[in-house]
């Protein structure tokens, strides 16, 4: 069996790609996300870069573990990528955290928002990791 590397210019156009969607997201669901999580402009004008160095690293997480699950699963192409990716993320980020929300008492909508950006950035990412991935020399 061949071993799969992680391509890092995989890795890094999947990180550009989550922060960029993230902040087109965020620009449209802002306000609404704002209002049902009670963030003021204020309050998150005093977070500094820390949520978005979180936001680098774990994005670097996702598209390195994907780099090395999907071809286990046998995804090589876009699609393949992008659907393994898409339920892997169903699972493990949209169902787990809503149902953490749930018994937080936070509203719905408030989980539609922060669950399915996620769920589709790790589905592109899956995506871009299981088409342009990079062999082992053997």
């Known amino acids: 069996m061949q071993q799969t590397r992680v391509n890092w210019l995989a890795v890094l156009v999947c990180v550009i790609l989550h922060m960029l969607l993230g902040g087109a997201w965020y620009s449209v669901w ?13 309050d998150s004008s005093h977070a500094g870069p820390m949520p978005y160095v979180e936001a680098v690293v774990c994005a670097i997480l996702v598209a390195v573990l994907l780099s090395y699950l999907l071809p286990k699963l046998g995804a090589m192409t876009f699609g393949g990528g992008l659907k393994w990716a898409f339920l892997i993320s169903a699972v493990f980020v949209f169902a787990s955290g809503t149902v953490t ?38």
């Open 101 to 138: 929300y749930a018994f937080s008492l936070r509203p719905f909508e408030l989980s539609l928002i922060d669950h399915l950006y996620p769920l589709i950035s790790f589905s592109l990412m899956g995506g871009i990791v299981a088409a342009w991935r990079r062999k082992a020399k053997a």
């Open 30 to 42: 802002g306000l609404q996300w704002m209002e049902l999580s009670h963030v003021t402009m204020l």
